[in-house]
T-cell receptor, first 115, second 111 residues
Framework: NAGVTQTPKFQVLKTGQSMTLQCAQD?????MSWYRQDPGMGLRLIHY???????DQGEVPNGYNVSRSTTEDFPLRLLSAAPSQTSVYFC??????????????FGEGSWLTVV | GQNIDQPTEMTATEGAIVQINCTYQ??????LFWYQQHAGEAPTFLSY????GLEEKGRFSSFLSRSKGYSYLLLKELQMKDSASYLCAVRRGSTLGRLYFGRGTQLTVWP
């Protein structure tokens, strides 16, 4: 059971390039989300999904697109990378039912640098 | 946005007890979470409170007062490995995957 898997772990992009951060979970969780973490800012929600085919914006969605074609996968696309998108990105998933308040399980993170 | 406040840094010695406070202002409160995050790693779940009172789990306990918008995480018998950032997060409404995080409290445990 791999949990939440993110790739790549590290990436350097040039300003204006596009890329996709991949996220997959094998726990059959309905809810998936993307957060970014910046020094002194805490984790902030970019986009989230409550199920396959359904996505919505979080606190900081600008410059990012998502889609949820399957329950397992939730890729995050940077359309035209900017230095302000240099950050650590965490994908997360949450079951719809269960104990512990339906806690969020995080992937290992993707360190992105835009130069 | 949500106002979630916690101290930026705390220090303590091995074997001691430390309390990390978190205050929040939000509508539609639906639970408060504490996560631990070591440098360079993902946050890991510590505790969850949705009703007032104390939840105890081994060396860690978490308390919630909804009327005061206040929670604390209590760490007992501190160990060096407890040096980490502790994140307070609040859930609003029914969207389970959507949390609002504080900026984290960096705890350093000295020998």
């Amino acid at each position: 059971n791999a949990g939440v898997t993110q790739t790549p772990k590290f990436q350097v992009l040039k300003t204006g390039q596009s890329m996709t951060l991949q996220c997959a979970q094998d726990m059959n969780h309905e809810y998936m989300s993307w957060y970014r973490q910046d020094p002194g800012m805490g984790l902030r929600l970019i986009h989230y999904s409550v199920g396959a085919g359904i996505t919505d914006q979080g606190e900081v969605p600008n410059g990012y697109n998502v889609s949820r074609s399957t329950t397992e996968d939730f890729p995050l696309r940077l359309l035209s990378a900017a230095p302000s998108q240099t950050s650590v990105y965490f994908c997360a998933s949450t079951p719809a039912g269960g104990s512990s308040g339906n806690t969020i399980y995080f992937g290992e993170g993707s360190w992105l640098t835009v130069v | 946005g949500q106002n979630i406040d916690q101290p930026t840094e705390m220090t303590a010695t091995e074997g001691a007890i430390v309390q990390i406070n978190c205050t929040y202002q939000t509508s539609g409160f639906n639970g408060l979470f504490w996560y631990q995050q070591h440098a360079g790693e993902a946050p890991t779940f510590l505790s969850y409170n949705v009703l007032d009172g104390l939840e105890e789990k081994g060396r860690f306990s978490s308390f919630l007062s909804r009327s005061k918008g206040y929670s604390y995480l209590l760490l007992k018998e501190l160990q060096m490995k407890d040096s980490a950032s502790y994140l307070c997060a609040v859930r609003r409404g029914s969207t389970l995957g959507r949390l609002y995080f504080g900026r984290g409290t960096q705890l350093t445990v000295w020998p």
